[in-house]
């Protein structure tokens, strides 16, 4: 059963129903007031988020730039055949680059080349990238040089992301997909989509019962959960 609002009841009053309970009544109240309070906490969450995005990949992208150098420092020894620089403590470090490369989304790729077998014939072998940066290979190292660059280029990016309100509002927009994506739910599965627009019709529908214009629509709705929580109780 719903109750009317008392007459001295602040008219910001977004729901307010009870239900009528075997040992009492239960009542449960909204106002502008409690949405305010989401709007704030979902601002501090946005900026803490992109705070921390902001320094994530700052950090990241200060990495892989002195990694960068340390290869090319590698690379100068290597030709050199210097092997009593510091530079050779390079291949150290490798796991490291492997796992910047992999947060930044760069997946290493190979190539295939024919090794001979004798008796006139050859085996097919395939070489990794990544696998095999620290050898003296002038077409590995170009390819593990562009590595870097596209690493650096995307860690940069991501840092103008997290200072980018439109990045932030489509983030927003899109919140329920990119939680389902994160769990493991297909871009093609029609779920994420329809949770995003499930998401944004409650939100919109929150926006309206909190103006004195649609007073009927929150009354509505607040006669529904009232009779929903009701059945529910009482099942």
Not at 63 to 85: C, F
Request: glycine share 6%.
């Amino acid at each position: 059963m719903l109750n009317q609002a008392p007459a001295g009841m602040s008219s910001s009053a977004a729901l307010c129903f009870t239900v009528e309970m075997p040992n009492g009544e239960l009542s449960v109240e909204g106002t502008s007031e409690n949405v305010m309070n989401i709007l704030i906490g979902i601002f501090l969450i946005l900026f803490v988020s992109a705070a921390w995005k902001f320094v994530v990949n700052y950090l990241s992208l200060r990495r892989v730039s002195a990694l960068m150098v340390e290869h090319r420092e590698y690379l100068k020894e290597m030709a050199a055949e210097n092997t009593d620089g510091p530079g050779w403590e390079f291949p150290e470090k490798v796991p490291e680059i492997k796992a910047l490369f992999e947060r930044a989304e760069i997946v290493g790729g190979g190539e295939t080349y024919m090794e001979p077998a004798g008796f006139g014939y050859a085996t097919k072998k395939y070489i990794n990238y990544l696998d095999n940066m620290t050898v003296n290979n002038a077409q590995i190292q170009r390819v593990v040089v562009a590595y870097f660059h596209e690493a650096v280029g995307v860690y940069r990016y991501r840092m103008k992301e997290a200072l980018s309100v439109r990045y932030w509002v489509e983030e927003i927009l899109h919140l329920p997909s990119h939680v389902m994506k994160y769990i493991g739910f297909s871009e093609s599965s029609p779920l994420p989509r329809f949770l995003d627009a499930l998401s944004w019709v409650f939100i919109i529908l929150g926006f309206l019962i909190s103006l004195p214009d649609f007073v009927w629509l929150r009354d509505a709705i607040s006669n529904w959960v009232g009779m929903v929580v009701s059945k529910i109780i009482g099942a």
